[in-house]
């Protein structure tokens, strides 16, 4: 008989999977990019620590590259409650590049994601996605040669 999942312990491993997803479309399209790299500090002092970062000059729409954090939600549960540190983060400057979020899982409440979607400025908070909005985006980027630095 398989052990059954804590909470937190599903959380994280579906929040990884949604990470492994756009870790394996960022390879594709051989964008260069790192995995839990820390970049800053978050509000309150700790080290701010990104899903991923994206090098410069791989996508025409970020030049100096972009950050991004995924947020997966299976449950109406805490991630609702996250968005509001998320954003506070982004826009007073925690983190060096634009922030692209990739939310979905479809347990975050309509309402949160409504106001995370409205509160983007397209300068420091760029874009909020769905893994799927994300990967037609992706797609209409240019591929770049394969590399394996970093992998």
Request: glycine content about 8%; proline content about 8%.
């Amino acid at each position: 008989m398989r052990p059954v999942d804590s909470p937190g312990a599903r959380a994280n491993r579906t929040g990884v999977a949604l990470e492994q997803l756009v870790d394996n479309a960022l390879w594709q399209m051989g964008w260069a990019h790192r995995r839990q790299i820390p970049v800053g500090r978050k509000l309150w002092g700790d080290s701010l620590v990104v899903d991923f970062l994206i090098d410069p000059d791989q996508s025409p729409e970020f030049p100096k590259g972009f950050a991004i954090e995924c947020k997966w939600q299976e449950k109406t549960g805490s991630v609702d409650e996250k968005f509001p540190w998320l954003y506070l983060n982004i826009v007073r400057g925690s983190y060096p590049v634009p922030v692209v979020v990739i939310a979905d899982g479809g347990g975050a409440r309509p309402q949160a994601i409504a106001w995370l979607r409205q509160e983007v400025d397209g300068v420091r908070f760029a874009k909020v996605f769905t893994i799927v909005e994300f990967m037609k985006w992706l797609n209409r980027q240019p591929r770049l040669p394969f590399r394996l630095i970093g992998r």
